[in-house]
């Protein structure tokens, strides 16, 4: 399953080496989110990441927060956060045709995000999750419709989802899955990639 250039099953790392592992499993959509290294290292991992994805068809290497060495070192994707957005040039980022995706957690944040014109939206966290202090209650399945319904483009959810969640997630119509925990801490990461690719191969 995919839209709009957004695959299904959305893993979020953070580091270039999952690039270069999940890659060839099939992953078609990843998004590098790095947090706390020197800007030297940013760039030289969004470089990598972006030549590795080079050699496969239709992949999106998303780029987490980092709008200025995205446009220098030419990706074609973007994730901002709201306070990312808030202060990013926009429109050096729209010169650039860099598509973009924006995070929501609040209908406030999605009326933000609806006046950026983004190309999906990302709300979280459907369930708890312990990868991150939030200072947001859990989504739940009600609003990815209500989100859907107010959008209309593609939606992704994130925040706590398991494989084992995952149906309930899409039932509910989220387009794809953002997935961080559930992949990253598993005894096999190789292993739960391939599970989740196997549950989209699996939707009509």
């Known amino acids: 399953m995919r839209t709009d250039g957004i695959h299904g099953f ?26 706390g290294r020197p800007e030297t290292e940013v ?14 068809d239709d992949c999106q290497m998303i780029v987490n927060d980092y709008w200025r060495e995205a446009i220098q070192e030419g990706a074609t994707w973007l994730h901002l956060g709201q306070e990312d957005w808030a202060v990013a040039d926009r429109a050096a980022i729209r010169v650039a045709g860099i598509k973009l995706g924006i ?13 950026a014109w983004p190309d999906y939206i990302a709300l979280g966290p459907i369930y ?21 319904t107010r959008f209309g483009g593609p939606l992704v ?4 989802i398991t494989l084992e969640r995952a149906p ?28 989740w690719l196997d549950l989209f191969r699996e939707r009509p």
């Open 157 to 160: 959810a994130i925040g706590g």
């Open 43 to 56: 760039r030289r991992q969004i470089r990598e990441a972006l030549a590795i994805a080079a050699n496969y």
């Open 128 to 148: 708890e999750t312990t990868l991150k202090k939030m200072p947001w209650s859990p989504q739940g399945l009600d609003r990815i419709g209500d989100w859907k």
């Open 10 to 35: 959305y893993p979020v790392v953070d580091d270039v080496r999952w690039v270069r592992r999940f890659l060839p499993l099939g992953v078609r959509t990843i998004q590098l989110r790095i947090k």
């Open 168 to 195: 309930a997630v899409l039932a509910a119509g989220a387009d794809a899955i953002a997935v961080v925990s559930d992949v990253l801490r598993a005894p096999d990461p190789d292993e739960r990639v391939c599970a």
């Open 103 to 115: 995070s929501t957690h609040s209908p406030k944040e999605l009326a933000n995000a609806l006046d």
